[in-house]
């Protein structure tokens, strides 16, 4: 089950609507679906909150040491608490995946992800899992610092936020343990509306259109 949940980004209102502060968004959104609210606490170097689940203590995390030293926030409040990193979720922002889409997985490597690289270093595991929330790539690598530091499209802006809703949807089977259902509901992308029929401009009485026109076809 997973007791620790935190969301990646940096403080100060200069970066609150950047695409890297995405892990922040979802976390918020957590406390809002748990009634709660984050407070500041210098022993572990974030806004931090505690809720009782169940009769079992789940933590909320927003490291306030800037992305590249998310670690020594992770890392002080799970060792205190005794937080196994199987037991830990990051949210984070994840280039790789387009807005509008979202991908759980435990393990694996940091991915030139700064925050991922800290928390590794501090933890001294990749064994945590991760929430990669969508933001899309600049589609060239020098760019990517600038992109991700930049806020997103409206149009992403809404693809991003309608993630996150899905993604809180799982919530309850994350802080069960049942990951292969929360990896279902995250993954399951809410398919596009159909575009309505086009118009069809109306034949004219005697026209040859008119005059081969087929029959309506039936309602079902």
Request: glycine share 8%; hydrophobic share 40%; proline share 10%.
């Amino acid at each position: 089950m997973i007791k620790l949940f935190v969301g990646l980004g940096n403080p100060g209102p200069e970066y609150e609507a950047t695409r890297h502060n995405a892990g922040f968004w979802w976390i918020d959104a957590v406390a809002r679906e748990l009634k709660t609210n984050l407070q500041p606490d210098k022993s572990y170097y974030g806004l931090v909150a505690r809720v009782m689940v169940d009769g079992e203590p789940r933590w909320l995390l927003e490291p306030q040491t800037f992305m590249n030293a998310s670690g020594k926030s992770v890392a002080a409040l799970a060792r205190f608490f005794k937080i196994q990193p199987s037991e830990i979720l990051v949210v984070h922002d994840e280039l790789d995946v387009v807005p509008g889409q979202a991908k759980l997985k435990q393990g694996g490597s940091h991915a030139g992800h700064n925050g991922l690289r800290d928390i590794h270093a501090q933890l001294g595991s990749p064994d945590y899992w991760r929430l990669r929330i969508g933001v899309g790539h600049p589609g060239v690598k020098e760019q990517v610092l600038h992109w991700v530091l930049k806020k997103p499209s409206p149009e992403h802006r809404v693809a991003i936020e309608e993630t996150m809703d899905r993604c809180l949807k799982a919530l309850p089977a994350l802080m069960a343990g049942d990951m292969n259902k929360a990896t279902m509901l995250i993954h399951t992308t809410k398919p596009a509306r159909p575009k309505p029929p086009r118009a069809e401009k109306p034949a004219v009485a005697g026209s040859a259109d008119a005059a081969v026109a087929p029959p309506p076809a039936p309602q079902a």
